[in-house]
Antibody, heavy 115, light 107 residues
Framework: EVQLVESGGGLVQPGASLKLSCVAS????????MSWVRQTPGKTMEWIGD????????NYAPSLKNRFTISRDNAKSTLYLQMSNVRSEDTATYYC????????WGQGTLVTVSS | DIQMTQSPASLSASLGETISIECRAS??????LAWYQQKSGKSPQLLIY???RLQDGVPSRFSGSGSGTQYSLKISGMQPEDEGDYFC?????????FGSGTKLEIK
């Protein structure tokens, strides 16, 4: 059974940094591009970016590129999202997703940015 | 960025009714479009990919069509378990972009 399990969310202050993790199981993680997607409280979905199966290439949404960094550790079947200088508008549920056409999704981890 | 205009924003349907949801892209996305269902409190689930390919395990009452800039998701015979939010996603060009969503309820 495929599982993606995100962690690392919580309440953070504006300007802080946060690192999210997503542990994958049930498929060959190192064979697939992986993405991060977020969903605001108002349910707007936003693609954050993705990373090539070997970690050698990334794509980002231009509006987030300067503050968010995606990485992966294939030995640990883990995807990461490093968030820096967070803002209130980063408040959202963060999902990792992968496989063809985002067939697999985690359960999401909620990040709340507030002082 | 490619803008995805999804309509309607909400929809109420009777059991057994056939409904359609539309997504219009701001430029040709060459059938690089997927549809997702999200039930309350759950993660999105892939229904349709490449505009008209049914994901494994998805009931055949779901179908997708379209080309160029216009795409639609059809549910042929609304069932209670079809309540939820539906999103389209274009995968033609970075950054990938989603439609604004359609909330589907039972009438």
């Amino acid at each position: 059974e495929v599982q993606l399990v995100e962690s690392g969310g919580g309440l953070v202050q504006p300007g802080a940094s946060l690192k999210l993790s997503c542990v994958a199981s049930g498929f060959t993680f190192s064979d697939y591009w992986m993405s991060w997607v977020r969903q605001t409280p108002g349910k707007t979905m936003e693609w954050i970016g993705d990373i090539k199966y070997d970690g050698s290439y990334t794509n980002y949404a231009p509006s987030l590129k300067n503050r968010f960094t995606i990485s992966r550790d294939n030995a640990k079947s883990t995807l990461y999202l490093q968030m820096s200088n967070v803002r209130s508008e980063d408040t959202a549920t963060y999902y990792c997703s992968g496989y063809n056409w985002f067939a697999y999704w985690g359960q999401g981890t909620l990040v709340t940015v507030s002082s | 960025d490619i803008q995805m205009t999804q309509s309607p924003a909400s929809l109420s349907a009777s059991l057994g009714e056939t409904i359609s949801i539309e997504c219009r892209a701001s430029e040709d996305i060459y059938s690089n479009l997927a549809w997702y269902q999200q039930k309350s409190g759950k993660s999105p689930q892939l229904l349709i990919y490449a505009a008209n390919r049914l994901q494994d395990g998805v009931p055949s009452r779901f179908s997708g069509s379209g080309s160029g800039t216009q795409y639609s998701l059809k549910i042929s015979g609304m069932q209670p378990e079809d309540e939820g939010d539906y999103f389209c996603l274009q995968g033609s060009k970075f950054p990938l972009t989603f439609g604004s969503g359609t909330k589907l309820e039972i009438k």
